[in-house]
């Protein structure tokens, strides 16, 4: 699986957009980029996922650039309850066979009043 | 999705002595898989546990130290083997959404070994 590479840290206010990025440069064509979080003490929770088109759910929005190589997750609205630390993680499909996710180091995220 | 009950919730065990979680998930799923997050850190898989057949350890994680069950398609147990301090972490279940590109997370067992 890709490689990926997130800022450490970041910080947003409470109530403006948070845009996390995520650079994968050596993403190949048949390798979907997903996001995950995980707020203290609890299990990773599922994000988003893509692996062309921009995606849009009730969470959050992820924007891929066209060449794939790097990705946005935006969260439109942060409440303090975002806090956490937001995992990028590029692999293939499930259907391929290959099914664990590799984590990288994240960024944490700090959504401040 | 996928409704993950993993216990205990947390425990406190002696060096030497072992532990064992459990981890049952209210629908079948194909592959469960277990990870290991120590203090500060991100998270490392262990092992996938596959129903009917042996579990498939990671690079670092072996089968006598972390040895795994998995009886059916809904079930699995991981045991943490011979403790010492150094496998103080929180262990985590994960498994696939059968509908899905998904994975889903248990909430985690925090360990601690005197």
């Known amino acids: 699986d890709a490689k990926t590479t997130q800022p450490p840290s970041m910080d947003c206010a409470e109530g403006r957009a948070a845009n996390l990025p995520c650079n994968h440069s050596?993403?190949?064509?048949?390798?979907?980029v997903y996001w995950y979080r995980q707020i203290h003490s609890q299990g990773p929770q599922y994000i988003i996922h893509?692996?062309?088109n921009n995606e849009t759910n009730e969470m959050a929005s992820l924007i891929i650039t066209e060449d794939r190589k790097s990705s946005t997750l935006i969260l439109p609205h942060a409440t303090l309850r975002d806090t956490a630390v937001y995992y990028c993680?590029?692999?293939?499909?499930?259907?391929?066979?290959?099914?664990?996710?590799?984590f990288g180091t994240g960024t944490r995220l700090l959504v401040s009043p | 999705s996928a409704v993950i009950s993993q216990k205990p919730s947390r425990d406190i065990c002696q060096r030497g002595t072992s532990l064992t979680i459990q981890c049952q998930v209210d629908s079948q799923v194909t592959m469960m898989f277990w990870y290991r997050q120590q203090p500060g850190q991100s998270l490392t898989l262990i092992a996938t546990?596959?129903?009917?057949?042996?579990?498939?350890?990671e690079s670092g994680f072996v089968i006598d130290k972390f040895p795994i069950s998995r009886p059916n398609l809904t079930f699995s147990t991981l045991t943490v083997s011979n403790l010492s301090p150094e496998d103080s972490s929180i262990y985590l279940c994960?498994?696939?959404?059968?509908?899905?590109?998904?994975?889903?997370f248990g909430s985690g067992t925090q360990l601690s070994v005197l």
């Open positions: 994960s498994v696939r959404d059968s509908n899905s590109e998904k994975l889903f």
């Open positions: 993680i590029v692999r293939v499909g499930m259907n391929t066979g290959f099914q664990k996710l590799v």
């Open positions: 893509g692996l062309k």
């Open positions: 546990a596959n129903q009917g057949s042996e579990a498939t350890y």
């Open positions: 050596t993403i190949s064509g048949n390798e979907y």
